[in-house]
């Protein structure tokens, strides 16, 4: 296959790569500050995320520019559409990377990143309203990616200074998330079992309670009951899905698999901040477990990711 038909080809839910890979960051500079280990990973990983969002948004924006069809073609799947808040995604966690180091340059992509995502969620929650031909076999974990980005915004919002904000997108965020997950759930339960390729999105469920308790308590300055309760049921969901890792080893790579990444980092940083709050022993050693198994699910899937590309099963017309 020639490189004009890779890029065709190019898929939107590789932005979902960025998203794991501003996790990991974060998790390393919270584990920096607070255990005061880990610095020389942090500086690494940090150009190694603005190069890895740079190449993708070059790429992604050349196949807008030659493949407007395909962008459009992707836009209107009710699976792929989830996955284009990726993007206004990644630039608020990169936003929260740089924030302690390049507040102006973080300032400015937190605004760009609330104003395309808002469009996209927007965007989203009509086609989902006047939808033609959606049935109950499309909903998928992956619904919950644009949910995200709005529970996201207060993380580095609270601290810019922008509270009514934050707590707009928030309550967006956090009241849909609640909605979603009983339509999922529903799904699940009643309906036909995910396809194989969407299997790993089952990780998204950690995202919504995991960011909503760092959000949360970033917009009332502590621990109360609500975010307690937001933080165990990630911890939970997290638990839940770990016994299930035999359904998870056995399937064939799919860039799905990146779903793995960044909840898997919002429940460390979430845990991280956890021992922040109550200076209990016990977060302390989960948070460092997790961030253990965190950066080894990153290295596996920078790996498997070179390999699929290198091979060509990645960026070819889907059958």
């Known amino acids: 296959m020639n490189s004009a038909n890779r890029l065709e080809n190019f898929p939107v ?44 948004s070059l790429l992604y924006g050349w196949k807008l520019v030659r493949y407007r069809q395909a962008v459009s073609k992707e836009l209107h799947n009710p699976i792929k559409l989830n996955f284009f808040p990726a993007f206004s995604i990644s630039l608020l966690l990169i936003s929260i990377v740089l924030l302690p180091s390049v507040r102006p340059a973080a300032h400015l992509l937190w ?5 395309i995502h808002l469009g996209f969620t927007l965007y989203v929650m009509k086609v989902w309203i006047h939808h033609e031909g959606l049935e109950i076999h499309h909903i998928n974990p992956a619904w919950f990616i644009p949910v995200v980005g709005n529970v996201l915004v207060p993380i580095a919002g609270t601290r810019l200074g922008y509270t009514e904000i934050s707590w707009f997108f928030f ?129 596996m899937l920078l790996y498997k990711t070179f390999v699929a590309v290198s091979r060509h099963h990645i960026c070819v017309e889907e059958g």
Not at 21 to 28: D, E, K, L, Q, S
Request: proline residues 4%.
């Open 13 to 56: 839910s590789f932005f979902a790569m960025v998203m794991g890979m501003a996790g990991i960051t974060i998790a390393w500079q919270k584990c920096a500050s607070l255990l005061h280990f880990g610095s020389g990973v942090y500086a690494l990983l940090v150009p190694v995320t603005l190069a890895i969002f740079a190449v993708l």
């Open 111 to 115: 605004l760009l990143g609330i104003a």
């Open 171 to 299: 309550s967006i965020g956090i009241v849909f998330w609640l909605v979603l997950f009983t339509i999922i759930f529903y799904r699940v339960l009643f309906h036909q079992p995910l396809p194989e390729k969407l299997m790993p999105t089952f990780f998204i469920l950690i995202a919504p309670p995991a960011v909503g308790f760092l959000s949360y308590v970033s917009l009332v300055g502590g621990l109360d009951a609500f975010a307690r309760v937001l933080y165990f049921l990630a911890l939970f969901l997290t638990l839940l899905l770990a016994t299930q890792y035999h359904h998870f080893f056995r399937l064939r790579f799919f860039l799905s698999w990146w779903a793995y990444s960044f909840p898997l980092a919002a429940v460390t940083i979430s845990t991280m901040e956890m021992y922040e709050l109550t200076g209990k022993n016990g977060f302390h050693y989960l948070g460092a477990g997790l961030l253990f198994l965190l950066t080894l699910v990153i290295l």
